[in-house]
């Protein structure tokens, strides 16, 4: 019988772009929280993209960030190469304590994101699995979006993040500020999974993580 894993480090991400996909548009940075499921911090990882040549903005997407100034400004500020940052955030990912569980809201869309620039910059993914590949996580990660609709038992239509109480963001605002956004999103994390660990365990389930 072998040793249950330790408990999982959840790198919970935002990201801001300028576009709705990576196959167009660029990321323009992007925040990350290890937090773990009791709440235990252990550290964050900030940045600011340079915008690649080989992308265009959206325009729908630019009409939108002329509403936001503050969150414009703290995304394009002190920007770097991808093929700087991506990496360092790797190397980053690998120095937290393991196994190591990528989360966001929604997976489809920031998780996206990230596996499209770890992939191309750092040869390396969001995913875990039988990879050739680094592997920097584990499986297949989190979608808080999916894991709020489901455990407030509501129906699809009535999944939105907005839909959440306050406290569960720790009453921080989401400004569109990748940090403020990540932190925001780690705080929800550590109340879904308080009413996870509250629901009677699935007859005949296993675990890799204790």
Known sequence: MTD????????VTDIESDGPTPLHNSMLS???VAIDANGKRYGEFEAVLQPRADKAQNPVTMDWW??????????????????????RFADWVESLPGPRVFAAAPMMFDGLWMDHYLDSFADTRVL??????????????????????TLRGA????????????EF?????????????ARGF???LVELMKISRALPPIAGSKSDFR
């Open 4 to 11: 249950a894993l330790p408990n999982p480090v959840f790198v």
């Open 30 to 32: 992007f925040a990350s």
């Open 66 to 87: 002329a509403t936001q100034p503050e969150a414009w400004e703290a995304s394009t500020t002190g920007a770097e190469p991808a093929e700087i940052v991506m990496p």
């Open 128 to 149: 875990g699995g039988p990879f050739a590949q680094r592997q920097i996580f584990k499986g297949g990660g989190v979608c808080l979006y999916t894991m709020a609709g």
């Open 155 to 166: 129906p699809y239509a009535d999944w939105g993040m907005s839909k959440l109480p306050a």
């Open 169 to 181: 963001y720790g009453h921080i605002a989401h400004t569109h500020k990748a940090i403020d956004d």
């Open 186 to 188: 780690a705080n929800v």
